[in-house]
């Protein structure tokens, strides 16, 4: 014999039923990522803050970042994608600006679907498959740019892109109204690279001699070196290609090589992101140990940057 329910609590179960669905649609409505403003905002005081207060040691990289980004994302009708190639020693926060400018566009920062991060010795290792690799590479620009317009590329270890690559992406970065039925000139594309990181070293090394503040360092005083050490360096892939000849990377961002005083800096703000008090005495213990170009016994700058920091920091906390 079975039970039969009153109808009142059937009519209770339905409504619930009802009201779960409803709850379900409504969740997925409002997480799921869409091309449109409620997920695609640009935050000009957001990015200028992180530029500021996040980013260490890098006063050239900020300044040029914040005036590209700004004048890019404001311009209602742009007439190209903006293409920022950043360059510079390892650990000295090319990622990290890179993560800055997509949490201050996009909504989910780096975890948005419109955000594209291919990395050259994992995505393109060999170099058998690079027409392979150029259809995949043509399909997924293009197949990503016609769902969202405002979409970001961000390609590391540039320098160890295969040249033939780099040059099939060639057209996307051009001033073309369109290719193909899709404009791409509402689209994001950075670089980047160690290439040229020796050169910005050295320019550094310079100020440093002459007891100048880095500070004092400026875009044009890095620019011939940097493009010098780009262009003749059979090594890196820009070099092949003519990105630079056809002008189109709107910005040669040089990134600097930190100081002791920026790993201090680093350490503090991880000891901060890890959930611990900021403690100076732990991370000059950690910052004592790491290694350095040195003049004598002076310290001069960091010979990984910032970037062991995190995983060296669990040894002292
Ligand atoms: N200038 C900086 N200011 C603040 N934090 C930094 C800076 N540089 C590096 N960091 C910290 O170190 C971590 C590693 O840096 P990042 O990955 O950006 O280096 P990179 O320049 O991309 O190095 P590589 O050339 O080796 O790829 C960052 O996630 C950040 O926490
Ligand atoms: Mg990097």
Redesign the pocket.
């Known amino acids: 014999m079975t039970a039969r329910m009153p109808p009142q609590v059937t009519l209770l179960l339905v409504g619930a039923g009802f009201a779960a669905l409803g709850a379900t649609y409504w969740h997925f409505y409002w997480k799921k990522e869409v091309c449109n403003a409620n997920w695609i905002n640009f935050n000009k005081t957001g990015l200028k803050h992180d530029l500021k207060k ?5 006063h050239i990289a900020a300044k040029v970042i914040l005036k590209a980004v700004t004048g890019f994302m404001e311009s209602k009708n742009p007439k190209k994608p903006l293409v920022l190639s950043l360059h ?10 890179s993560q800055i400018i997509a949490e201050n566009i996009y909504k989910k920062g780096m975890t948005s679907s419109f955000v594209h991060l291919f990395t050259a010795t994992s995505h393109f290792p060999h170099e058998s498959h690079i027409n392979e690799y150029k259809t995949q590479l043509h399909k997924w620009i293009r197949g990503n740019v016609s769902i969202c317009p405002r979409s970001m590329f961000i390609f ?1 270890e540039m320098d160890k892109m295969h040249p033939e690559l780099i040059n099939s992406i060639k057209p996307y970065l051009d001033f073309y109204n369109n290719l193909d039925g899709v404009s791409y000139r509402q689209s994001i594309f950075i670089f ?1 690279s ?1 290439a040229g990181g020796e050169s910005i070293v050295q320019v550094a090394l310079h100020f440093w001699e002459l007891g100048r503040d880095r500070r004092e360092i400026q875009l044009k005083d890095i620019e011939m070196a940097l493009s010098l050490s780009v262009f003749n360096n059979k090594n890196s892939g820009l070099w092949h290609t003519s990105l630079i000849d056809k002008n189109l990377v709107d910005y040669f961002v040089p ?1 600097l090589p ?1 100081e002791y005083r ?1 790993v201090i ?2 350490g503090l ?2 000891m901060a992101r890890k959930g611990h008090f900021p403690n100076k005495n732990v991370v000059v213990r950690m910052a004592r140990d790491l290694n350095y170009f040195l003049k004598g016994y002076m310290r001069i700058f960091s010979m990984q ?3 062991i ?2 995983s060296r920091l669990d040894f002292y906390i």
């Open positions: 996040k980013l260490f040691g890098q510079g020693w390892t650990g000295t926060g090319k990622n990290f600006v590391d980047l160690n990134f930190l920026h800096h680093c703000a991880e940057g910032c970037k920091i995190s």
